[in-house]
Every structure is written in C-alpha cells, then in structure tokens.
C-alpha cells in the first residue's frame, strides 16, 4: 500500500486542480482514519519543485495579473480568481511541507508524525478553500483558469526548499499571516459592494488562515529549541536572506497575537 509520502507526491503532480482538491480531502480522509502507513524513517523522496498544473493555464509575471476594482462585478471575479489560485498553491505548499520535510534533520524523530499530520490537514483546509472560491466563481459565470496567474508566490516559498526552518518563516509565518493582514479589507469591501456571499466565504477562510500560522510558529519555535535559537531574531535573519520586502505594514496584530506571531516578531523589521 502507498505511504503517505508517496500518496502526497501523487496529489502535488495532479494537474488537474478540481481533482488536486479532491485528492487531497481523500488524503487527509483517510490519514485520519488511519488507513495510511506511515513512511520509514531514512525515506527521503523528492517531491517536484513544480506542482501539476492544468496545460491552458496562462501563466505571466506578476505585474501583468488583472487588477482588481471590489466594487464591479469583473473586479470582483478578478479578486476570487486570484484567490482561487493562492488557495491552490496553499494545497501544494502544505502537501510540499508533508513530502519533503516531515523526515528533515531539523525535526526529532518523535515528532515527525505530529508534523506530517498537521500540515496535511492543512492541506485538506487549503482544499476546502479551494473548493469553495471556485464554487463561487463558477455561480459568477467564470472558473479558475479564466484569467491569467503568476508564479510568485510558489517560487518564493521553493526558494527556501532546502531548509526547514525558512520555509515556516517564509511561507505560513510571512504569506499566510500577510493574507490575515489582508482579508478584513476585502471582506469590508465585497460587503460593501452587496457580495456578502463572497464575503461570507472569505470569512470563513480567514479563520481557518489563523490557525494556519499557529502551526508554522509552532514548527518554528520547536526548531528554535532544538538549534538554541533565539526564535524572533531567526525568524527576521530568515527574512532578510529569503524575502525582506515581504514582512510590510500594516499589520493585523490581533489575528497575529491569535497566531502566537507576537509583534517582536515583525516589528521593528529592518530588511
Ligand atoms: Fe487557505
Ligand atoms: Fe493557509
């Protein structure tokens, strides 16, 4: 029977994204009902360094992604696409994080389960976002792949694929809790614009992103303890070598706090 390592790599090559999504609630489905085994210690597979993606998909550079005007109906098609395809990559990064690290040096051989068990959960929640914003945008008459999509984000957390703990900095405790940053606006401005069922939508996202960074502060701060790291001083050292224009004002100190991302971690930041 295939381990869950080997199960995660399958779902991070699917191209087709509605069927990522499914694979990956399946996956997490029957991980927590147990029918999985768990990898051997000493298994260290190679996961790709580009997830499947659908062939049609038109990909640009970052700057040439459709803005986004909240308060007519294409910008808000154009918000929930670039969403969709920030939840996709979301899947792909927490099914990353399960594939290439769970038997990483950095973690103690006791905790290897715990962290491959949160971060595909984290995966399943990434795929109900998924789920959700596309259903969303197929009742507007679109679906993801409608417009075009950058590689940003994916290449800034594939950036830091050889090192655990920059990874955590760099993709829940930097993007993730950038995207808590950002959401309550968003919400404000699709209800604003009478979508209280997107609104509704990202509420519930924004939620779950919370505990999304808890985990990555989680992780970090374990791996702090292990290399007697001073874990707010790391974490901007890692900042500043992989991504410092990333960590900006303003930030959501509430949500943060919630997060366990006190502001000693972000504040006072000098890239
Ligand atoms: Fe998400
Ligand atoms: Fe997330």
């Known amino acids: 029977m295939a381990d869950i390592l080997s199960r995660t790599i399958s779902a991070l090559r699917q191209c087709s994204p509605a069927q990522k999504a499914a ?20 298994t260290r597979p190679v996961p790709p360094d580009n997830p499947g993606r659908p062939e049609q998909l038109d990909m640009v ?21 670039a969403i969709a395809h920030i939840e996709l990559n979301a899947i792909d990064l927490a099914l990353d994080m399960v594939a290439r690290f769970t038997h990483d040096v950095a973690l103690a051989n006791e905790d290897r389960h715990s962290f491959a068990k949160d971060w595909l ?18 009742e507007l008459n679109s679906h993801y792949g409608a417009m ?3 590689q940003g984000l994916w290449e800034a957390a594939l950036n830091t694929k050889n090192d655990l703990a920059a990874r955590l900095a760099i993709a829940p405790m ?18 604003s614009a009478g979508d209280t069922h997107s609104a509704s939508i990202l509420g519930i996202i ?35 070598e992989y991504l410092p224009a990333g960590l900006r004002p303003p930030f ?11 502001a000693g971690y972000y504040e006072n930041f000098l890239p």
């Not at 930097?174 to 209800?191: C, F, H, S």
């Not at 292990?226 to 901007?236: D, G, L, N, T, V």
């Not at 943060?256 to 991302?261: T, V």
Request: with cysteine.
């Open 23 to 42: 694979q990956t609630l399946a996956l997490v489905q029957d991980w927590n009902e147990g029918d999985i085994p768990f990898a051997p210690l000493g």
């Open 174 to 191: 930097l993007l993730e809790a950038r995207g808590l940053d950002v959401t309550p606006k968003m919400i404000e401005r699709l209800n």
């Open 252 to 262: 959501n100190h509430n949500a943060r706090e919630m997060a366990g991302l006190s």
């Open 206 to 240: 924004y939620d779950e992103e919370i505990g999304h960074v808890a985990k990555g502060v989680h992780w970090f701060n374990r791996i702090c303890v292990a290399k007697k790291a001073e874990p707010q001083q790391y974490f901007q050292s890692l900042v500043r």
């Open 61 to 81: 550079a970052p700057g040439a992604v459709p803005r986004r005007r909240i308060g007519t109906p294409e910008g808000r098609i154009a918000l929930l696409h």
């Open 148 to 150: 075009p999509v950058h």
């Open 121 to 138: 959960n984290v995966a399943g929640d990434e795929a109900k976002h998924f789920t959700l914003i596309t259903k969303r945008l197929d």
